[in-house]
C-alpha cells in the first residue's frame, strides 16, 4: 500500500475545496411543462395512493377520473408520494421552478410549505364559491389562512377521540371514564390487574414521528384548561398555567400506572397496534383510523369512541381541527384549472365519493347524502360532525411546529419519567422557541 | 474502456502519462457529481437559511449551535454508536467468511441465508425489529416482558446496534470471503509446516494478506454508520431520552423535518471531517510496514 | 519493465506466491490447511456448523416473523397471542402484491437500474484501481484519497445541490440520472476494493504474458481479470445491493411512479392510517427473490478464484 498524505497535501486539497465552495452558487430555472395542444397537463401530488387496495385511493381515482371526463381543458394525472415524505418532495420541486400544479397538504404542515415558497394564495378564485358555500364548512376556513391569505381548501376533517376496549375494559371491571381523573383511575386499574401487560391508557411519548401523538393530547389538553400553544401574536405560550395544568394531567397518566416506560416507544402507529392486540385498553386516536382497526380480529364492536372527556363530569375536551387540504403549487401554469379542480373536488357529489370510503367530510350538507346517512355507523359518523362542530378548535400550526413538537416530546419524557419540574421543563422549551423566532 | 489502450508502450512520455490516464474517467464522474454539491454544502454550513433560501452569512454560528453543550453529548453518542458496531460487525463478517469458506455440506444455503439481512432496506428493517422487540404485542415479548428495549436510552442504543450490525454484518462477511479466495494455500500450509497453529497462522499468514481488503471495509462501514439515517429515524427516532440521538439523524432532522437546511449542512460538514480523520487514522494504522 | 510495473507492495506479496499459485490444486486454498482427523476434527466441525447454524438463525429470525406475517389475513397480524404459524393460511397478500400494485414495475425497475450501475461502476472503476496497484506516480496517495473523499460526505448534504443539477441538466425523473449518481457515489469505494485484488495478483503473471507476446491490455484482459473474479464479484454485488437498498436517491430524482424503484415502492404500505404489514411483508419477501437469484450467481464467481482462473492459463 502506498497512501500517504502529509499535512501539506491535505492542506491543498482544503484549499481547493474551499475555493470551488466560495464559487459554489445555484442559479435559479424555470419549467417548461406547457403543453402544445391546448389541454392543460396538471399534476397532483397527494399522500393517497389510486393503485393500491385503500378505499380512498380508489375514491379519488374517481374523482380524477370524473373531473378529466367532465370538461376538455384539463386532465389531471395523480402522484402518490408516501405521506411523511411529500412535504419535502414538494417544496424541493417548488424551489426548482417544477412541482405540482395541485397538492395535497396535512394542514398542521401549510405553514411549512407556504414559508417554503410551494403553493400559492387562493384567496381570488375561492372568493365567489366561499361566498356561496363556506357556510357549509363545519369548522372555520381560518384554520387554512395564513397571515390572511387563504392557502387551501380542506377536505378532509377528522376528529381525536376516546378510544377505549369495552371487551378489556368489563374483564378487568372498570366503566369507561366520564372525566379525566376517572380516565387515569381506570386505566391505572387496567394495567395493575392485568399485570401491567395491558397499557390502562396509552399517550404515546416516542420521538418518533417527531412527537405528533404526544402533541395531539397536549394541545386539546391545553386548550382544555383555556390556553393555547402558539398564542395569536405566532410566539409559544404553553408555558402557561393551563400548559402545566394539562402536561401534570399526563403525568399523573404515569404516576398513577395508567401507562408505564412502555409509552416512550410509541408513536400513534403502536399505540394503534396496541389497540388492535389488545394491550392498549384506552387511548385518545383519531377518527380516520378506527375503521382499520376495527377490522382487526376481536375488536370490531369491542371499540368504541366517544368525544373525550374533559376535566369536570359532563364537559367534553376541544378536539383539534386538522385533516388533508388542497392547495395550488406554486408554479402552476394553469391556476384557472387548478382551482376548477379544486371546486370539482369539494363538490358534494366527489365529497360523497369520498365519505363512502370512510373519509369524515367536512360540508355539512354532505352528512345527508347517502353515503353517510346509509353507512353502518351512520350514528357515530354525526357524533363525530357534532364533536367538532361544537368543540372544535382552530390551532395555530407555524412553520416550525415540527421542530417545536419535537423539543416538547423530548421534554414531557423528562416531566413525565425523569422527574424534570413541569413549569421548568416546559418553559425551557418556550424561551428556546421564542429567541429562535425572526 | 478507454483507459486500457493507453498502457505503457515503448514511448517515454506515454508511459508517464498512461498511469494517470486511467483514472480520467473515475475523476470525471466524482467531480461532476460529488464536488459541487460538497462545495454547496459547505458555503450552505456558514448560513443562516429560510426554507431553501440563503438569508445571511452567519460565520460559525451553526456550528455554535451543532457543537454546543448538546452537541458534545451526540457527538459522543454517535462514537458509541459506530465504534460499538464496528467492534461486533468486523469481527462477525470475517469469522462468518472463515467458516463459508470451509467445505461444509449445505454450503450454498448457509452462504445464501448469512447474507440475506444485507438486502433487506433499512427502513423495513427497521419495523421488522421493532415489532420483534416490543414488548407487548411483539413475537418475542415473552423474552423481554413489560416495557422491551427500546424504552430505556441504554437498552434502546444496545438494540439499534444490534440491528445496526445484523443489517451491515453481510458487507463485510462478502468482502472477506472474496479476500479469502486470493490467499494462496501455500502460504497457509508453509506457515502450519514452521510451526503455527491454525490460529497464528490465521492472523500472521492470512490476516495480513487480506489487510486491504480489511482496510476499505473499515472504512466502507465507517462512512455507513456515522451517515446512517433511515435505520435510526425508523426504528427509535433518537430516543427514548435522546438516548440514541446521533449526528446524522440531527443533520436528516434538521435538513429535511425542520428545513433549517443551513444548520442541516453543519452537521453534514462535522460528518464529513469525522469521516476524513476516522479515514486517514484507518489508513496511517493499518498500512503495511513494507508501504512506503 | 520492472520499474513501472513492481510496485513496493505488489513486489512483497509476489514473493511468496508467484511460484506457487500456477500449480494451486482445485478447492478453495485456505481450506486444505484446516484438514484434521480424529476426534479434534470432528469437535471442530461440530464447532463450525453451530457457528454456522447460529448465524443463519439471527440473520433470518426477523424474516422468518416477516414471511409468517405475510401469509396472514390482514385481520390477524396484530392478533394476540402470538402465533409464528398463522392459524389461517392466505394467499391475499401476494396476489395483491403481485397483481394489484406496482411492486412488479418497482422491482424491474430496480433491477434494470441496479444492473446499469454496476456495469458503468465497473468499467469506470477497474482501469482505476489498476493503475493504483500497479503504478506509482507522484500524487498518487493525494489522488487516491482525494477519490475516496468524494464519498465520505453525507448523502443529505448533497442532496440539494444535485436536486438543482439535474433539473437544470433536463435529467430529473430518468434512469439516467440515478444511474449517474450511484455510479459517481460508488465508484470511490470499488476503486479501493479492486486496488487490494489485483494487488494480490502476482506481477508476474502479467510478466510471462508480455514475454509470451501479449500486448499490456491483453495481458490485463486475458491473465488479469480472470484471476480478479472474486474481487469483481464483490464489487458488483456490493453495488447491486447499495443500488437495490437506497431509499434516497431513489425518492428524491425521480417523482413518476413508472419510474419508482422497489425501495420507494415498499413505502406505499406505509401509510398515514397505519403500516399495511400483511402486504408489506409480503412484498419483502418478493424482493428477496431476485436477490437470492444474485447471490447464487455471485457466489458462483466466488469460488473462480486465484486457483481456478491460473490453471486455465
Redesign the interface.
Known amino acids: 500500500?502506498?497512501?500517504?498524505?502529509d499535512r501539506r497535501?491535505?492542506l491543498?486539497?482544503g484549499a481547493a475545496?474551499?475555493a470551488?465552495?466560495?464559487?459554489?452558487?445555484?442559479?435559479g430555472?424555470g419549467s417548461d411543462d406547457g403543453s402544445g395542444d391546448g389541454v392543460a397537463d396538471l399534476q397532483l401530488?397527494t399522500?393517497l395512493?389510486p393503485?393500491?387496495?385503500?378505499p380512498r385511493g380508489k375514491a379519488l381515482q374517481e374523482i380524477v377520473d370524473g373531473f378529466n371526463a367532465s370538461q376538455s381543458a384539463a386532465r389531471v394525472t395523480v402522484?402518490?408520494?408516501?405521506?411523511?415524505?411529500i412535504d419535502?418532495?414538494v417544496?424541493?420541486?417548488a424551489?426548482?421552478?417544477?412541482g405540482p400544479d395541485i397538492v395535497n397538504i396535512y394542514l398542521p404542515q401549510l405553514a411549512?410549505h407556504v414559508?417554503?415558497?410551494s403553493i400559492q394564495p387562493i384567496d381570488d378564485f375561492a372568493k365567489d364559491w366561499l361566498a356561496k358555500t363556506g357556510s357549509d364548512y363545519l369548522f372555520p376556513i381560518d384554520s387554512a389562512k395564513i397571515d390572511g391569505e387563504l392557502m387551501a381548501l380542506p377536505w378532509e376533517s377528522r376528529v381525536w377521540l376516546l378510544w377505549y376496549r369495552k371487551d378489556l375494559l368489563d374483564k378487568y371491571g372498570v366503566t369507561p371514564p366520564t372525566t379525566l381523573d376517572e380516565a387515569v383511575a381506570a386505566g391505572a386499574a387496567i394495567r395493575k390487574a392485568s399485570g401491567?401487560?395491558?397499557?390502562g391508557f396509552a399517550i404515546g411519548?416516542?420521538?418518533?414521528?417527531?412527537g405528533a401523538d404526544f402533541m395531539e393530547k397536549f394541545d386539546p389538553l391545553t386548550a382544555g384548561y383555556g390556553g393555547t400553544i402558539i398564542g395569536p401574536d405566532g410566539s409559544a405560550s404553553f408555558a402557561s398555567d393551563a400548559g402545566v395544568q394539562a402536561m401534570t394531567m399526563i403525568k399523573s397518566f404515569g404516576d398513577a400506572g395508567a401507562f408505564?416506560?412502555?409509552v416512550?416507544?410509541m408513536?400513534a402507529?403502536?399505540v394503534?397496534?396496541?389497540v388492535?392486540?389488545?394491550?392498549?385498553a384506552m387511548a385518545i386516536a383519531g377518527s380516520?383510523?378506527v375503521a382499520?382497526t376495527r377490522?382487526?380480529?376481536?375488536v370490531g364492536a369491542n371499540l368504541v369512541t366517544t368525544p373525550v372527556p374533559g376535566v369536570t363530569a359532563g364537559s367534553r375536551l376541544p378536539t383539534a381541527v386538522a385533516g388533508q387540504t388542497l392547495a395550488m403549487g406554486a408554479n402552476t401554469e394553469h391556476p384557472e384549472q387548478v382551482w376548477a379542480f379544486i371546486q370539482y373536488y369539494l363538490s358534494v357529489e366527489s365529497q360523497a365519493k369520498f365519505a363512502g370510503a370512510g373519509v369524515l367530510p367536512v360540508l355539512r350538507s354532505v352528512y345527508d347524502q347517502p353515503a353517510v346517512a346509509q353507512a353502518s355507523n351512520a350514528a357515530e359518523l354525526l357524533e363525530w360532525r357534532d364533536y367538532l362542530a361544537a368543540d372544535g378548535k382552530v390551532s395555530v400550526y407555524p412553520?416550525?411546529y415540527?421542530?417545536l413538537s419535537?423539543n416538547l416530546v423530548?421534554a414531557a419524557?423528562?416531566m413525565v419519567f425523569?422527574g424534570a419540574a413541569i413549569p421548568a421543563g416546559l418553559t425551557e422549551v418556550q424561551n428556546q422557541y421564542n429567541q429562535n423566532r425572526k | 474502456m478507454s483507459g486500457t489502450s493507453t498502457v505503457p508502450t515503448a514511448a517515454a512520455r506515454r508511459r508517464r502519462l498512461g498511469p494517470v490516464a486511467l483514472y480520467v474517467p473515475a475523476l470525471v464522474l466524482v467531480a461532476l457529481v460529488s464536488?459541487?454539491p460538497?462545495?454547496?454544502a459547505?458555503?450552505l454550513s456558514v448560513y443562516r437559511t429560510?426554507?431553501?433560501?440563503t438569508v445571511e452569512f452567519v460565520g460559525w454560528d451553526n456550528f455554535v449551535t451543532v457543537l454546543g453543550p448538546d452537541g458534545w453529548a451526540d457527538i459522543a453518542r454517535t462514537f458509541v454508536y459506530v465504534l460499538a458496531s464496528l467492534v461486533l460487525a468486523v469481527p462477525l463478517g470475517l469469522a462468518l467468511a472463515v467458516l463459508l469458506n470451509k467445505q461444509v455440506r449445505f454450503l450454498r444455503v448457509f452462504r445464501v441465508v448469512i447474507l440475506l439481512p444485507w438486502v433487506v432496506s433499512q427502513t423495513v428493517a427497521a419495523l421488522l425489529w421493532?415489532w420483534l422487540l416490543?414488548?407487548?404485542?411483539g413475537p418475542l415479548h415473552s423474552l423481554f416482558g413489560?416495557?422491551?428495549p427500546?424504552?430505556?436510552p441504554w437498552g434502546s442504543m444496545a438494540s439499534l446496534i444490534v440491528v445496526n450490525v445484523w443489517l451491515s454484518y453481510p458487507l463485510a462477511t462478502i468482502l472477506c470471503l472474496a479476500a479469502l479466495q486470493t490467499v494462496p494455500a501455500e502460504q497457509v500450509e508453509a506457515s502450519r509446516v514452521d510451526g503455527c497453529t491454525p490460529r497464528q497462522s490465521f492472523f500472521l499468514v492470512v490476516v495480513p494478506a487480506i489487510?486491504?481488503t480489511l482496510?476499505i471495509l473499515v472504512i466502507m462501514l465507517t462512512l455507513l454508520y456515522f451517515n446512517m439515517v433511515t435505520l435510526v429515524?425508523?426504528l427509535?427516532?433518537?430516543?427514548?431520552?435522546?438516548g440514541t440521538q446521533v449526528l446524522s439523524l440531527n443533520a436528516f432532522?434538521q435538513s429535511?423535518?425542520?428545513?433549517?437546511i443551513g444548520i442541516g449542512a453543519a452537521y453534514s460538514v462535522v460528518l464529513f471531517a469525522l469521516n476524513i480523520v476516522f479515514g486517514?487514522a484507518y489508513?496511517r494504522v493499518l498500512?503495511?510496514k513494507n508501504?512506503? | 519493465m520492472a520499474d513501472t510495473l513492481t510496485?513496493?507492495?505488489a513486489g512483497t506479496r509476489a514473493k511468496g506466491a508467484a511460484g506457487s499459485v500456477p500449480l494451486a490444486a482445485s478447492g478453495g486454498p485456505v481450506r486444505r490447511a484446516t484438514r484434521h482427523t480424529g476426534h479434534q476434527g470432528r469437535l471442530r466441525r461440530a464447532g463450525i456448523y453451530l457457528g454456522l447454524l447460529a448465524a443463519s438463525g439471527f440473520a433470518i429470525l426477523p424474516l422468518l416473523w416477516g414471511l409468517s406475517t405475510s401469509f396472514k389475513?390482514?385481520?390477524?397480524v396484530?392478533?394476540?397471542p402470538v402465533r409464528w404459524i398463522p392459524e389461517h393460511f392466505t394467499l391475499e397478500n401476494y396476489e395483491?402484491v403481485l397483481f394489484?400494485?406496482?411492486i412488479p414495475l418497482n422491482l424491474l425497475n430496480s433491477v434494470i437500474v441496479s444492473v446499469v450501475t454496476v456495469v458503468v461502476t465497473l468499467i469506470i472503476a477497474v482501469p482505476a484501481a489498476y493503475s493504483a496497484a500497479r503504478y506509482?506516480f507522484r500524487?498518487?496517495?493525494?489522488l487516491?484519497?482525494?477519490i475516496l473523499?468524494t464519498s465520505m460526505v453525507p448523502g443529505i448534504a448533497v442532496l440539494?445541490?444535485l436536486?438543482?443539477l439535474a433539473?437544470?441538466l433536463d435529467i430529473?425523473d430518468t434512469y439516467l440520472v440515478m444511474i449517474i449518481i450511484y455510479s459517481a457515489w460508488q465508484v470511490p469505494t470499488i476503486v479501493w476494493i479492486l486496488r487490494g485484488f489485483f494487488?494480490s495478483i502476482p506481477v508476474e503473471i502479467e510478466e510471462a504474458g508480455r514475454v509470451d507476446g501479449m500486448s499490456a491490455a491483453g495481458a490485463f484482459l486475458r491473465l488479469v481479470l480472470p484471476l480478479a473474479k472474486p474481487g469483481l464479484g464483490a464489487a458488483a454485488i456490493i453495488t447491486f445491493v447499495y443500488v437495490w437498498n437506497d431509499y434516497l436517491i431513489a425518492?428524491?430524482f425521480v417523482?413518476?411512479?413508472d419510474l419508482r424503484l422497489i425501495s420507494?415502492g415498499l413505502?406505499?404500505y406505509?401509510?398515514?392510517?397505519?403500516?399495511?404489514w400483511g402486504?408489506l411483508t409480503a412484498a419483502v419477501m418478493v424482493t428477496l427473490l431476485p436477490m437470492i437469484i444474485a447471490f447464487v450467481v455471485f457466489e458462483r464467481r466466488l469460488v473462480s478464484g486465484l486457483s481456478a482462473g491460473a490453471s486455465k492459463g
Open positions: 500500500m502506498t497512501i500517504r498524505l497535501r491535505l491543498m486539497l475545496t474551499i470551488a465552495a466560495g464559487t459554489g452558487s445555484l442559479a430555472c401530488w399522500f395512493d393503485t393500491g387496495t385503500d402522484t402518490s408520494i408516501n405521506f411523511a415524505k419535502g418532495e417544496i424541493r420541486a424551489n426548482t421552478g417544477g411549512q414559508e417554503g415558497g401491567n401487560k395491558v397499557t411519548l416516542s420521538e418518533q414521528s417527531l408505564g416506560r412502555e416512550l416507544t408513536g402507529d403502536e394503534v397496534n396496541g388492535k392486540a389488545g394491550t392498549v380516520f383510523r382499520a377490522s382487526a380480529d376481536g412553520a416550525d415540527s421542530e419535537t423530548k419524557q423528562k425523569d | 464536488v459541487f460538497i462545495a454547496y459547505l458555503r429560510r426554507a431553501l433560501r421493532k416490543n414488548g407487548q404485542y413489560g416495557d422491551g427500546l424504552s430505556s489487510r486491504s482496510l429515524y425508523t427509535t427516532g433518537g430516543g427514548p431520552f435522546s432532522l429535511f423535518q425542520f428545513f433549517k486517514v489508513i498500512k503495511g508501504d512506503g | 510496485g513496493p507492495s389475513p390482514e385481520s390477524t396484530l392478533a394476540t395483491a394489484h400494485s406496482q506509482r500524487g498518487k496517495a493525494g487516491l484519497f482525494f473523499m440539494v445541490p436536486y438543482y433539473v437544470q430529473y494487488e425518492s428524491t417523482s413518476d411512479p420507494v413505502y406505499t406505509l401509510t398515514q392510517y397505519g403500516t399495511v402486504q
